[in-house]
């Protein structure tokens, strides 16, 4: 008797399984999906990727002063290594170390209190 | 046992007594440096404080991609390629290797400092600069700190550029010796 109460669940079960087995497909799917959805996104702001993505909104009128990069003049990491190579690296360097000198990169103050907060800005409207 | 019931205990007690008077007194200091008027000031200049800060943090961004890009491939392009080139001509590039890594170790603390500077400038203009100015002004004030500090990253950077340069001129000096005292 017990036996064929237990047998009679099993197959209510794989009937409750095999009836639903579609919407069952679709409904871990979307689980599935959401998951990987938040991971990622997660992964997307904590890496920093965020932060250097200048397509997203409110940052459409700096994303086209992106510069450019430069393929010309890269040193090539085979080769014999002759006074003139070195010459040609150090006028190589110095160029690039120009370039990447050149701005003085959050220099300024312009989260000073004095000038961001006290100015009165309603004045000169 | 009670002992360690009762030590426990304690613990947990001067945590929340902590907990509880640490924001207070913050509160309480930020509140001093603040006058009425200014905090006026702050409630009246509010939105164009946040267009500014909006500003701010979208100018900041195209810097750091910008300046990202001209730091990553002085790196990739030139130091790595100059490093491997001089190992595998049997040449002393310790020098070099060594500034390297340097720079890479200060390429990876600007990245981590810009992270941490833009996170507290999203902090600051979620502030209800109307409603809590003593909170925005405290906010304002931390994000003035790490910006100084995305700086001081960036000249050192610029420093080690230069460590670099040294380093190369002292080898040319070496290798122009040394291949002239072979002719």
Partial sequence: ??????????????TFWARHRFFLLVFFTIIIALTMTV???VVYNLSGSAQLDLSRPGYQS?????EREDNTGEFSASGSVSRETLEDFMKL?????DR???VDAFNGD????????????TANQ | MKQIVLGITGAFMLFVVIALTAPLAIAQSQSEQLSDEQRARIITNCTSMKNTLTQLKASDALLRVNRGKAYESLRLRLMDTFNSRLSSNSLDAEGMVSVTKSYDSTLSDFRTAYLVYERQLTVTMRVDCSKDPDA???????????RAAVHAKVLELHSRIDDYKTVVNDFYEDFKRVSGSDA
Wanted: avoid cysteine; aromatic fraction near 8%.
């Fill in chain 1, 1 to 14: 008797m017990s036996d064929l109460e237990t047998k009679t669940t099993d197959v209510e079960l794989t």
């Fill in chain 1, 39 to 41: 991971v990622s996104l």
């Fill in chain 1, 62 to 66: 700096v994303s086209s002063q992106v």
């Fill in chain 1, 93 to 97: 360097f110095n160029e690039y170390g």
């Fill in chain 1, 100 to 102: 990447a000198k050149s």
């Fill in chain 1, 110 to 121: 312009p989260l000073n209190p004095e000038i961001l907060e006290f100015t009165d800005t």
């Fill in chain 2, 136 to 146: 925005f002004h405290a906010a304002i004030l931390e994000s003035r700190t790490k």
